[in-house]
């Protein structure tokens, strides 16, 4: 009997915690509050953590910042994104890739995803590319790299900037090319539920020398490398990251490539395991990905094929041990935000002729009706663990016909 109606959960142990911390990261951390030097001007930890960090993902260069919000609008600003230009974005992701476009008073264009990769169509980009368009924002969903080799060809045809927002991907590779190398510019998140974290945070990679000195400067109140310390020359603000965070993130990083081996043998297992279960659908993985970060493990459910409705099988898959969510509840044109168009400031000029309520992005609505998310943290544990996520599936699948199907 499924556990939702009183039968044994097939799992009852939890999956291992996020975050993962220990002697090192007291010891970094320590080591930076003794220091005194609590400030990133001061101290060594944030240099020391964005030098890493760049290195690891490809690039010369990172400019770590307060979080991943800030360093997409940052990023968008150094490309030279101004007013009103367009900025290609998807509709399923988190607020801030499309709420970051806005606080760099330019326009959110939103363009569908893929059903099966959950990643910008290139397809339905060149498609809303207009005379306006600066610049295409990819997330690489859930942690899979988006069809980069496709999106930079139609960047190059148009002249456009390619931002990569990476928050879901530190360490994934693309085409044995690391994420965060990829476009011009990326940005990563360091946010808690994000693969590696420090509670907030958020980091810029490029290997384009003149848009990392602007990025950096951005970020420090319009300073300039070797300028005056009073001195400020664009509009920008304190962005920085602090000497504590940047200690806790140096630990961290010394735990990722050993952690995101784990997500991508796990997930890719897990994958592996559901296939031939009728109507649950993972997220496909493309040949180009070298190596997937599965920040999230996420599968789609057509109700028709597997015979129970998503909302009903959330649920049931919780009763039977299997910590999980239904994602976002709709596509970002329908936040109310996007709706109402409540920008603030921003857009103010122009903002009659925008028009969200008519953005029509089937794919992304479906997978928002059909998607069913597993944390990270779920595949950092042993392969049994997958069999436990695959066992309730199929189980919860076997009894479907007590579940209502909507
Ligand atoms: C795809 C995506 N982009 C950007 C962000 C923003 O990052 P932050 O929360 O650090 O501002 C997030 C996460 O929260 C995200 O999921």
Known sequence: MLALFGGPPVR????????????????????????????????????EFERRFASMHGCRHGIAVANGTVSLRIALLAAGIAAEDEVIVPPYTFLSTASAVVEANAVPVFADIDLETFNLDPRAVEAAITPRTRAIVPVHFAGLPADMAALQRIADAHHLTLLEDAAHAHAAIYRDRPVGSLGQMASFSFQSSKNLTAGEGGIITTDDDGLAARCRSIHNCGRVEGGVWYEHHVISGNYRLGELQGALLNAQLDRLAGQAATRDANGAYLASRLRGLPGLLPQARPADCTRHAYHLFMLRLDPAGFGASRDAVVPALEAEGIPCSPGYGYSLPAQPLFRNKAFGPYLAGIRDRLDYRSVDCPNSDAICRQSIWLEHHLLLGTRADMDDIAGALEKIHRHRDRLEAR
């Open 12 to 47: 009852t142990r939890p999956f291992p915690a996020w975050p993962v911390f220990g002697p090192a990261e007291e010891a970094r951390v320590l080591q930076a509050l003794r220091s005194g030097q609590w400030g990133r001007l001061d101290g060594s930890q944030v240099e």
